[in-house]
């Protein structure tokens, strides 16, 4: 187990959503922190507002691209290669665990909720990696921010 599993599995334990782990990583990469961020991305928890909906791991790890590669001021433009890495990361999320899990919700994901914690924790890892691969071939700093 690697030091960025061990912070993923503190930040659990003290109650974050896989969508603000992610985020919360991609922060502390920067040596930032936001907690009104955090708060906010807690909305895509568990199928955006607990609703079963997308995964909030697709959907942190759509904003953790975007805290790199997005829009964030009135004299900034998203880069060039944002949507690429979007539509790369939705469609390999898709054939890992769509595939897998028969749908990308979270309901699909989850079931019946038995094996959450296992399920959960080993898709937030793959999806952080996914996100840091697909960033640093875009030829980003996962240090510096935008």
């Known amino acids: 187990m690697d030091q960025i599993q061990l912070r993923m599995m503190e930040l659990s334990y003290n109650g974050y959503y896989c969508s603000q782990i992610l985020v919360m990583l991609g922060l502390e990469a920067q040596g930032k922190s936001n907690p009104d961020l955090i708060r906010a991305i807690g909305g895509l928890a ?11 791991t697709l959907t942190g790890a759509a ?3 975007s ?5 964030g001021t009135d004299d900034e433009y ?3 290669g944002f949507t690429y890495m979007l539509r790369d990361l939705g469609e390999w999320f898709a054939k890992t665990y769509g595939n897998r899990y028969d749908g ?3 309901d699909a994901i989850v079931g019946d909720r038995t094996e959450i914690r296992q399920r959960c924790g080993a898709i937030v890892a793959e999806t952080y990696s996914k996100v840091m691969e697909l960033l640093t071939a875009g030829g980003y700093d996962i240090t510096v921010g935008k």
Not at 67 to 71: E, M
């Open 104 to 106: 990308i919700t979270c």
């Open 78 to 80: 998203e880069d060039e």
């Open 63 to 65: 904003c953790l691209l």
């Open 46 to 56: 568990n199928g955006c507002g607990f609703s079963g909906g997308p995964c909030g």
């Open 67 to 71: 805290l790199y590669a997005g829009k």
